[in-house]
């Protein structure tokens, strides 16, 4: 018996708009498609399957008003960005014909193929893009209370753009007392792997050129034995921070934080350390978000199940338990994938498969892990560094050295990056 | 971004610039009516574009060259901040667009003494 999706797709396929072999396809399937977030991966997901699906009925589900940049939030923590350049009202972003339901997902029902808000709003669905985000678990680190970042030696760029302008508050109160300072990332996957190494790099100029760099001392604390992932970074880095006089720790994992006191508790192979500073930069854990963990849809097993994260096959991002489910962003259970850029690759993917198949055609878009850390090495400064699933350099531009400081990288962070991030959630680019 | 195509490139382009971009847009299409209207001139009068394409050309290699310094600050960097030639490259490049604009002025003033001194000797 066809159940509805499939005689959706069955009718659409019938009816297919194919205007030529230049130009996309799209598909007059009316299936109801739901997507579940309005961060990178939703709002460009919404735009581009309402260029590509004109009869799909798509509705948004977030509750969130503003929508954050959260590529610069590393500039506003370095002191060059205001808040204010890196907030967008949602509302901006919305296309035409998309219904946005203004509340959070409280529950998923994959086997009813529905949601239900926190509102108490059930939404059925054919197809479900799951694209929540993910959720910053400070709880996780105890002694830990956001509201401190700016205070107290505090700083994480990652939780607000108004974090990350205390950041770099607690960043010049450091520069300016000296002592201690502590980097560091969590054990978890996270987003944007760069960011924590790259305020490191920034606290460090910043000194350097203030002439207080002899005041400081800093210290970057791996989780594990690398400071990156990817083995050709990994050594530029230590590179790096041997020639700025940035001390590597391995195997530390931040359990806690005495504020009062300013002490961080690490938890290492053969024990716990406790370290004393003048100033931390904390990463917090990173899971996917309650409504999601909560559900049936994470991986059941395997290195990416204790966080929660939509299990996904990481060429074509669908559920392999619920193939009208597709995990989009942060909250996709694939290996890397965390940043904006990979966004940009992942949502073509998922729409030209889904697109596909309601044409009746094999879906044939695979995603191959692509990502990008503009590294920022020093005030005016970067390297442009992109990489796949299996960790392998893929540079853009080959006139880019990905490994070479440069300003060009710099240029491509500064003034390149938020226009092609806007231009990505119009469905454009 | 193997994707970059001219559409998407306007795209990004007019996100980057916001407000300013159609500015930009209707600024650039003066400066091209310019440059038809110049050599609209020579033709009328008969005279070779040589001269003027070349004063325009020189001006915008020159106001390239002096605008160069300041593109680094246009990023919140400092000058220092270029190291490998493909930084010294791209800041030229981006200085062209200011010194194209000059060169386009140039280009016209010296189209049209050119056109008027052809003028006067026919």
């Known amino acids: 018996m066809l159940d509805r999706r499939t005689f959706l797709i069955a009718g659409a396929a019938a009816g297919l708009v194919a205007p030529g072999a230049a130009r996309a396809q799209t598909s007059p399937a009316p299936a109801r498609i739901a997507i579940a977030g309005a961060g990178a991966a939703g709002l460009s997901l919404a735009s581009r399957l309402r260029g590509r699906m004109p009869n799909a009925k798509i509705t948004v589900i977030d509750a969130k008003e503003e929508h954050y940049f959260q590529p610069g939030f590393t500039l506003v923590g370095a002191g060059l960005w205001e808040p204010r350049d890196v907030v967008f009202p949602n509302a901006d972003f919305i296309p035409r014909g998309v219904e946005w339901v203004r509340e959070a997902v409280a529950e998923f029902d994959p086997e009813g193929n529905a949601l239900v808000t926190t509102g108490g709003r059930r939404v059925a669905y054919d197809f479900l893009f799951v694209a929540t985000g993910l959720k910053l678990d400070y709880a996780a680190i105890e002694g830990m209370d956001p509201a401190r970042i700016g205070q107290d030696g505090i700083a994480s760029i990652y939780a607000g753009p108004e974090a990350a302008a205390a950041s770099y508050r607690a960043i010049e109160d450091f520069i300016r007392t000296g002592g201690v300072g502590l980097f560091g990332r969590p054990p978890t996957e996270m987003k944007c792997a760069g960011a924590p190494l790259k305020i490191t790099f920034i606290t460090e100029d910043l000194a350097r050129r203030q002439g207080r760099r002899e005041a400081v001392e800093l210290i970057y604390n791996a989780h594990s034995d690398v400071v990156f992932t990817v083995p050709p970074v990994n050594a530029k880095v230590h590179e790096l921070f041997a020639a700025r006089g940035i001390a590597v720790n391995q195997g530390h994992v931040l359990t806690a934080i005495d504020a009062a006191a300013r002490r961080a508790t690490y938890r290492m192979a053969g024990g716990e350390v406790t370290l004393d500073y003048e100033f931390i930069h904390v990463v917090p854990p990173m899971r996917a978000p309650d409504a999601v963990r909560a559900s049936p849809l994470p991986w059941q097993e395997g290195a990416l199940a204790a966080d929660g994260w939509v299990e996904a096959d990481r060429a074509t991002l669908r559920h392999p338990r619920y193939a009208n489910v597709f995990a989009v962003g942060d909250v996709a259970g694939v290996p890397r994938g965390k940043t904006a850029a990979s966004v940009k690759w992942q949502v073509p993917v998922v729409v030209e498969n889904l697109v596909a198949e309601a044409a009746g055609r094999a879906p044939t878009a695979a995603f191959n892990g692509y990502t990008s850390c503009p590294m920022v090495t020093a005030f005016g400064k970067a390297m442009l560094i992109e990489f796949d699933y299996e960790g392998t350099l893929t540079p853009s531009f080959p006139f880019i050295a990905p490994l070479e400081e440069l300003w060009i990288s710099w240029l491509i962070e500064e003034k390149g990056l938020k226009g092609a991030y806007r231009a990505m959630l119009r469905g454009l680019a | ?122």
Do not use: H, Q
């Open chain 2, 1 to 122: 971004m193997s994707d970059l195509n001219p559409l998407v490139l306007a795209a990004i382009l007019r996100e980057s610039l916001g407000g300013w971009f159609w500015p930009l847009v209707v600024a650039g299409l003066l400066l091209l009516a310019l440059v038809v209207r110049g050599g609209a001139k020579l033709a009328r009068a008969g005279r070779s574009p040589l001269r003027p394409v070349l004063a325009g050309v020189v001006a915008t290699l020159v106001a390239g060259g002096l605008a160069m310094p300041l593109v680094p600050r246009w990023t919140l960097a400092e000058f220092s901040a270029l190291g490998g030639a493909v930084d010294y490259a791209a800041a030229f490049l981006l200085a062209l667009a200011p010194g194209a604009a000059v060169g386009v002025v140039v280009f016209y003033v010296a189209a049209s003494r050119c056109a008027a001194r052809g003028r006067v000797l026919a």
